[in-house]
């Protein structure tokens, strides 16, 4: 175990879905000792590792930091539950594993935004050098990285359906979302590999356990950045209570995704002055942008009563369907545990006017009557899911430490529905939803509208439903953004502007949130971060 002031090239705070990835980079070569400090255990948990597992991990504080956020205004004073992982392998241990990466225009937005380096033929790169594409390689994918990328193990019914009734409402067919268009219709790809969660840890850390340079310390809680002279120098942390430091001989790299990371640089004093004055904490740097520009994507769902038994609320609420299901996935590694839950979706405009989609609706082949902090409950009856994500909300948001206390949860908050355009696109997402569900291909599986329900109809009470039931789809990204400014944290190179060898490398430094998932782009951030890193220690 460690001593005091040992010392590193590198240390990478958090071990998520960007963290594994610099860490397993910088360590690549043998020539950089790097330390990778994780507060959450190793991932033994089982159920992490079985795609259809989300759910078990979806609300267990073993792996789960169980953030919650502040009362929502404008959602009837609703708190929003933020599952994140506290695990090796950090949020791409217990996600949802839909790989997904956005639209290519998102990321030219990034260089318009004074991100130069980060357009989408930049990036693009990094996203195929991560990943193992069961398809074959092509001009947007690759194969060989250490990211499995899969197909879903088999058809479902209903998500057939889905996709039909999809087409027959007007979206064009897309066999990959991840390709040439964005808009249209189709199954999801997975970051699984032989029917297994392909987190991070299993990714990037698994290949490199051998490597003598690379120290992964799980249960290791950062709690302040070494800062000497406006240098980063090093990482004081707890390991089972116990204080102790590393020393950082080139840089530190702090990925402890979107909460973590703000939080940690406002621990060390690099954030809104008066807030840190508040806490008593010592001010190094007046950097109001941390914590600052919180964005997620937002998100409605809609549950139908099914009229076959073929969706998997029939499977939760038996438990000889459960045990049949377990041996099927341990003796063969297939039948419904193989998959991951969000199978197929589609991608729209809210308004035919925009250039990019701005929904994304995702199918899940089961429906449920809660899903918060207590877990996921399904209906007692046939259900399936359709969620309306609204991928581009203009709301922004904060995330402000509450108390000096490293193990204190931060305050989180949304400020959803802060301008027309968010409820109007939810609610044109909602009326699209409806749409589908009212296809020739899919409206003889609805036995009925559960959620929102039959009775909603108009502008106004779709406007209520929402307040009542919608929440952040769990892509949180933005508060330590990058720019070129001093609305920024971290320059384009994910410098943090004005304090030396630190930078930020997850989805807390994304200037806007992609219009899709944010595994895959938190992936390509930390394999474009390490790649800069060392490239710069080169030229030094
Ligand atoms: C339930 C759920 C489902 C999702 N489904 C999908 C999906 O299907 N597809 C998709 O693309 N995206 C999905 N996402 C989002 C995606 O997984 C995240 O955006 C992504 O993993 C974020 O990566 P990150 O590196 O920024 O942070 P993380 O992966 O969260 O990594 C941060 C790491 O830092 C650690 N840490 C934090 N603070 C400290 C500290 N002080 N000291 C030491 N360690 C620390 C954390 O424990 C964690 O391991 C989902 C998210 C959730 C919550």
């Known amino acids: 175990m460690a001593t005091d002031d040992e010392c590193f090239d590198y240390i990478v705070t958090g071990a998520g879905s960007a963290g594994c990835a610099v860490a397993a980079r910088l360590s690549e070569s043998g020539r950089y000792r790097v330390l990778l400090l994780e507060a959450g255990g190793r991932d033994t948990n089982p159920w992490i590792h079985i795609p259809m597992g989300f759910y078990k991990v979806y609300a267990d504080p073993r792996v789960n930091w169980m953030f919650e956020s502040e009362p929502e205004a404008r959602l009837d004073n609703r708190t929003l539950y933020q599952p994140r992982g506290k695990v090796l392998g950090g949020t791409s241990s217990i996600n949802g594993m839909v790989y997904m990466r956005g639209n290519a225009g998102d990321y030219d937005e990034w260089r318009q935004r004074g991100c130069d380096g980060w ?31 899969s197909d879903q193990p088999r058809r479902d019914e209903l998500a057939d359906r889905l996709v039909e009734a999809a087409i027959q409402a007007g979206l064009p067919p897309n066999h990959d979302f991840n390709g040439a268009r964005q808009e249209g219709a189709g199954y999801f790809q997975s970051t699984t590999g032989h029917s297994r969660r392909w987190s991070t840890a299993t990714a990037y850390l698994r290949p490199a356990r051998n490597r003598a340079n690379l120290v992964v310390r799980p249960n290791c809680h950062a709690t302040r950045i070494v800062i000497e002279n406006s240098r ?131 199918f899940t082949p089961w429906s449920y009557a809660t899903r918060d902090h207590t877990g996921a409950v399904p209906h007692p009856f046939p259900g399936f899911s359709l969620s309306a994500v609204h991928l581009r909300p203009d709301a922004r948001g904060t995330v402000h430490l509450k108390s000096p206390d490293p193990l204190a949860p931060p305050a989180i908050r949304f400020n959803f529905l802060e301008t027309p355009y968010d409820l109007q696109a939810l609610t044109a997402g909602m009326r699209l939803a409806r749409t589908f569900t009212r296809q020739p291909a899919l409206a003889p599986y609805v036995a009925e509208e559960i959620v929102p329900g039959p009775d909603i109809n108009t502008d106004a009470e779709f406007a209520a439903s929402i307040r009542r039931t919608a929440s952040s ?68």
């Open 119 to 149: 357009d989408y033929d930049s990036v693009l790169p990094y996203f195929r050098k991560a990943e193992d594409q069961q398809r074959g390689a092509n001009e947007f994918h690759g194969v060989g990285g250490p990211l499995r990328v």
């Open 232 to 362: 980063a120098t090093g990482v004081n942390y707890l390991h089972g209570g116990t204080p102790r430091t590393a020393r950082a001989r080139a840089e530190v790299i702090v990925s402890g995704g979107v909460y973590g990371s703000p939080q940690l640089l406002q621990l060390s004093g690099i954030g809104p002055g008066e807030l840190l004055q508040g806490l008593g904490i010592e001010t190094i740097l007046d950097l109001p942008a941390v914590g600052k520009h919180l964005q997620d994507h937002f998100f409605v769902r809609l549950a139908y009563r099914c009229t076959k038994p073929i969706t998997m609320n029939e499977l939760a609420n038996s438990l000889p369907r459960r045990v049949m299901a377990m041996a099927r996935y341990v003796l063969f590694r297939s039948g419904p545990l193989a998959a991951n839950s969000v199978i197929a979706g589609a991608f729209a405009r809210s308004d035919p006017r925009l250039e990019r989609p701005d929904l994304q609706f995702n």
């Open 473 to 540: 789809n769990l892509h949180p990204v933005g508060t330590c953004r990058m720019g070129p400014n001093g609305d920024a944290v971290v320059d384009a190179r994910l410098r943090v502007q004005g304090i030396g060898r630190l930078r930020v490398a997850d989805a807390a430094i994304m200037p806007t949130v992609p219009a899709g998932n944010t595994n895959a782009p938190s992936i390509m951030i930390g394999e474009k971060a390490a790649a800069m890193i060392l490239s710069d220690a080169r030229a030094a």
